[in-house]
């Protein structure tokens, strides 16, 4: 799979349409990838209307990309079909607390990202929205999810309209443990992140938001404790009303 050397995310699409056939053969392809005994615990919400799109977006922050996208795919955990189908065969269904909703979250990101995968061998672009696990109970009203089912991912996918430089990753030995795991001290700190920090675009992402250093920039501003704190309570609610801690 060369085209995961050159990954970018891609938040502009061209006015080219998705079609049907392409979406669908993507999506069922998909699905040879790896599930909890054979559950595959997911289920996906595809949205094409301009209405639609319009009503996610103050999920995701309004960020353009989910009404410019061509679509917009919401990737769920979902115990709520599995449960439906074990009633049904004189089962005796136990799926509602936080493991299942942990191997149904599994199931579901392996899903989206083996979809991700197959739309870059196509040339596809898309964006991963991380927004969805912040604000998921207006996901859920918006898209009716019945309980048992938790939106997990949102995926914005499109042909690109821009071509992005390619990111920084850290160095491969930053975080592989041969053994047992090995903490890391300063010094190491220093050996996997000072090429990062030093980058001419970090450097000027510090400036600009007049910190000290780029740690800062994720802690202070990005993704802070209080945004943290008052989010998870937001996902917990919501995975109450979901049924998945009774």
């Not at 054979?38 to 919400?45: E, G, I, P, R, T």
Request: proline share 6%.
């Amino acid at each position: 799979m060369k085209s995961i050397n050159t990954r970018k995310t891609i938040r502009k699409y061209s006015a080219k349409p998705v079609t049907d056939e392409l979406l669908n053969r993507l999506l069922d392809e998909a699905m040879r990838t790896q599930t909890m005994g054979n559950l595959q615990l997911y289920s996906v919400v595809v949205t094409r209307s301009e209405e639609m799109k319009k009503k996610l977006a103050p999920a995701h922050f309004n960020q353009p990309m989910v009404t410019q996208a061509p679509v917009v795919l919401t990737i769920c955990a979902d115990f709520n079909r599995t449960t439906k189908w074990a009633d049904c065969r004189k089962g005796n269904p136990g799926y509602d607390n936080i493991l299942s909703f942990l191997n149904a979250a599994t199931d579901a990101l392996l899903y989206t990202q083996t979809f991700c995968n197959l739309a870059d061998e196509e040339g596809l672009g898309y964006c991963f929205l991380g927004t969805t696990v912040y604000n998921p109970q207006s996901i859920i009203d918006t898209l009716h999810l019945p309980k048992l089912v938790m939106p997990v991912a949102t995926i914005t996918l499109g042909w690109p309209d821009e071509n992005p430089p390619l990111t920084d990753r850290l160095p491969l030995e930053s975080i592989v443990h041969n053994e047992t795991y090995t903490d890391y001290t300063p010094e190491l700190i220093d050996k996997y992140y000072t090429e990062k920090e030093e980058l001419p675009e970090n450097k000027e992402f510090i400036k600009i938001n007049n910190k000290e250093t780029l740690a800062q920039i994720f802690t202070d501003i990005r993704y802070t404790k209080k945004d943290n704190e008052a989010m998870s309570a937001t996902m917990l609610e919501a995975l109450r009303k979901q049924g998945f801690m009774d």
